[in-house]
């Protein structure tokens, strides 16, 4: 067994998610948004795994659940960096502020 509580665990997701959510609401740049988002996605694997060895009963299925997330959340990165340098190409700005119409 671990000698790390999983309070400590669920903290270091807390701290992660907070974290996160101040910067997704409110930073400007698209990219930093992003990478916001991802960390809030880190912290709930966190809680997945951490849920999936301490729980009521554990199994690996938190861990399965994890795995799939990391997988959606490289698809959805890459979707996001793509959708991101189009708008570049045609606004010449990555601020969130600036992208507020479809036409040029």
Do not use: W
């Amino acid at each position: 067994m671990s000698s790390v509580p999983a309070s400590a665990f669920l903290a270091l997701a807390l701290i992660l998610f907070c974290i996160g959510l101040y910067g997704a609401l409110t930073k400007r740049n698209t990219v930093i948004v992003l990478i916001s988002i991802e960390l809030m996605l880190n912290a709930v694997n966190i809680n997945l795994v951490t849920f999936s060895k301490y729980g009521m009963a554990p199994s690996i299925t938190g861990q399965v659940f994890a795995l799939f997330a990391m997988a959606v959340a490289a698809a959805e990165a890459a979707v996001g960096l793509a959708i991101l340098m189009s708008l570049y190409r045609n606004k010449k700005t990555v601020n969130i502020d600036e992208m507020d119409q479809m036409k040029h």
